[in-house]
């Protein structure tokens, strides 16, 4: 019969609504009014069972919890001079809710637009849109939009598309990691 399914296929059927349930019981929004974010999830679990692999999980430390406690001054300031630690010119744009951008980096061959936010929720795309554009008004040659949290898959579509480099907070905390070694041994 046409349009009927096969009893061969009920079991991917199957498996594929039980992911799907667990996306869902996942990642649906927090129960505290205005956060939304990612619950624990097993997703990931899930996903090792059937491909063997770490799928989702952080390989890096996590970002310092100092960064909570901060106010976006104080996190600008020390993201401020993790970057002049790696070698670039920081100059911090006036305040604006314009354009979305908070540091100008400068090295001798190019200028980075980059965007700070110091958030638990996924950044989503309207902070890419916004970097963008801030991007062509500061005419700088990239733009870098860093989180201590992680990005939406439409941020992470949009920022492919626009050029827009994402760091989240893994690789953030990655760029930590790496500066602390570099202090010790320059210690040493």
Do not use: C
Request: charged share 25%.
């Amino acid at each position: 019969m046409r349009g009927m399914i096969a009893w061969s296929h009920l079991p991917a059927l199957i498996a594929v609504g039980a992911a799907l349930l667990v996306v869902y019981l996942g990642f649906r929004g927090s129960t505290r009014t205005g956060e939304v974010g990612a619950r624990s999830s097993s997703f990931p679990r899930l996903l090792e069972g059937v491909f063997g692999s770490k799928v989702g999980r952080r390989s890096k430390g996590s970002v310092p919890e100092r960064f909570g406690r901060m106010g976006a001054a104080e996190f600008e300031a020390e993201i401020s001079g993790l970057l002049r630690g790696f070698g670039y010119v920081v100059r911090p744009t006036p305040p604006s809710n314009i354009h979305d951008v908070d540091l100008i980096l400068e090295t001798t061959s190019r200028r980075v637009a980059v965007q700070l936010k110091r958030w638990t929720a996924p950044v989503g795309d309207r902070s890419v849109y916004g970097l963008f554009a801030g991007r062509i008004h500061h005419s700088t040659d990239e733009a870098w939009l860093i989180t201590t949290s992680r990005f939406t898959p439409k941020a992470v579509r949009l920022a492919r598309t626009t050029g827009v480099r994402l760091v989240d907070g893994a690789e953030l905390a990655g760029w930590l990691e790496d500066r602390s070694n570099a202090e010790v041994e320059r210690g040493s």
